[in-house]
């Protein structure tokens, strides 16, 4: 009886842990190297070019205000 207890706990607790570390590592960037890196590495570095680009005409226009 006990060790159906225990077996059924661990199996339970197991599954839990799995589970939890599934839902903690999926969210991870993928590793470099692979095409998904290099297309999230595109688009990161594009999105940071542009933001750049919005200040400098931010400050220009800033710039010629005062």
């Known amino acids: 009886m006990w060790n159906f207890l225990r077996f059924t706990a661990f199996s339970v607790a197991g599954l839990a ?3 939890s570390w599934n839902w903690l590592t999926e969210d991870i960037d993928p590793l470099p ?29 800033l710039r010629k205000v005062r």
């Open 17 to 19: 842990i799995r589970k």
């Open 33 to 61: 190297g692979t095409k998904e890196f290099e297309q999230e590495y595109s688009n990161a570095k594009r999105r940071y070019l542009y933001l750049k680009k919005r200040k400098e005409e931010w400050y220009e226009t």
